[in-house]
């Protein structure tokens, strides 16, 4: 056997505990020789061509879960939707309110509490009797009401995906990290400045965490490619309120 010094073992023991202090303190996997090994090898490439792979992959996913906040307009909503291509389900809270979205094809359910309905109608209040049918059912939003379009666009997986993984500026590749337990590479626009995206470095390069530019909110991306039951409502949790909701 051959003896090591006993100085390079102290040298060793001081890197490894200096790669604790690191990976502890800063997210990072360890301080192998190349972070990449045993990856899908997305973290070798130029930033652009990581993003590209990584919209790629969340386009052609089944299905995904993203929860998190959004900022736009001056309004912050707040996410928590399964997706997939034929519907989707979940919840968004804007300002103090918090609904539910089912929509299963072209049908868009809309489920919210005696809160969210009675700041409705075009005086700025539903009556008591509206409120009174419409709290805590699943309301059918009718394809022709203006409300559709605003809420269906929470359940659409490609007008989400499309809207959301966007980095703005120039690109930059800034570090390994680890979100929940998976090592991912992290891309830049303009230093940080233009949004970071984490990409998962196994498996397939799905797009983990983002931070949008400007403060625009922070989500998260997972059970990607994980299918998930999406069920119709009952007659008796339904209410079809007939051809426009009240503006709310």
């Known amino acids: 056997m051959t003896a090591i010094p006993q100085g390079r073992m102290r040298r060793a023991a001081l890197v490894t505990a200096m790669c604790a202090l690191v990976v ?9 020789e190349d972070p990449d090994e045993g990856t899908n090898g997305v973290g070798k490439l130029p930033a652009a061509e990581i993003q590209r792979k990584s919209r790629t992959a969340a386009v052609s996913a089944e299905a995904v879960h993203i929860a998190g906040n959004v900022v736009t ?19 968004v809270t804007a300002q103090g309110s918090t609904f539910q979205l089912l929509r299963i094809g072209e049908q868009l359910f809309l ?23 419409l709290n805590g059912k699943f309301v059918k939003v ?5 409300a559709y379009k605003k809420f269906s666009g929470f359940t ?4 989400l995906i499309d809207g959301l993984l966007t980095l703005h500026g120039k690109l930059a590749t800034d570090g390994h990290y680890e979100q929940a337990g998976v090592r991912t590479i992290r891309i830049t626009g303009d230093k ?5 995206l984490d990409v998962s470095l196994e498996g397939t390069p799905y797009p983990l965490l983002l931070t949008r530019a400007g403060g625009a ?8 490619g994980e299918d998930f039951a ?11 309120y007939g051809k426009q909701l009240p503006t709310s």
């Open 73 to 91: 307009s001056g309004r912050t909503y707040k996410l928590d939707m399964q997706l997939k291509a034929d519907g989707a389900t979940g919840s």
């Open 192 to 196: 940080g400045s233009g949004g970071t």
């Open 24 to 32: 502890s303190g800063m997210g990072l996997t360890g301080c192998s």
């Open 230 to 240: 999406l069920e119709k409502p009952s007659k008796g949790e339904t209410v079809d």
């Open 111 to 133: 489920k919210a509490d005696a809160g969210f309905w009675s700041d409705a109608g075009n005086d700025g209040k539903a009556d008591a009797a509206a409120v009174d049918k």
């Open 142 to 146: 009718p394809q022709g009401d203006p």
């Open 156 to 159: 659409d997986k490609g007008v």
């Open 217 to 224: 909110g922070t989500l998260t991306f997972s059970a990607w």
